[in-house]
Nanobody
Framework: QVQVEESGGGSVPAGGSLRLSCAISESLYSRYCLGWFRQAPGKGREGVASIERDGSTSYVGSMKGRFTISKDNAKNTLYLQMNSLKPEDTAIYYC??????????????????WGQGTQVTVSS
């Protein structure tokens, strides 16, 4: 049973835009925090953005101003709007859900439900 599923990835030139979507099962959507993460080949998974049940958002500094996280509660769907994409944004992007916790909200260890990822490739 698929509980978290990303879509919307693709290949775009530098400066382009993409909008990622993540369909989440009703039970997982009610988790305290939802987030986007990414992993480039040979590198560890890193946080991108998160959103809490009340709509509060957090971003990694290098992406703030270019990326926007949002959600549609009626559709149980999480989104990541990515603008002004750069080659270094190339990675597999993952959607995840996690319970309430403490510390950094974009620490991957805080999340326990993950999608299989969607590839984003940005060329020069």
């Amino acid at each position: 049973q698929v509980q978290v599923e990303e879509s919307g990835g693709g290949s775009v030139p530098a400066g382009g835009s993409l909008r990622l979507s993540c369909a989440i099962s009703e039970s997982l959507y009610s988790r305290y925090c939802l987030g986007w993460f990414r992993q480039a080949p040979g590198k560890g998974r890193e946080g991108v953005a998160s959103i809490e049940r009340d709509g509060s958002t957090s971003y990694v500094g290098s992406m703030k101003g270019r990326f926007t996280i949002s959600k549609d509660n009626a559709k149980n769907t999480l989104y990541l709007q990515m603008n002004s994409l750069k080659p270094e944004d190339t990675a597999i992007y993952y959607c995840a859900a996690g319970p309430r916790g403490t510390g950094y909200v974009l620490n991957p260890s805080r999340y326990n439900s993950w999608g299989q990822g969607t590839q984003v490739t940005v060329s020069s």
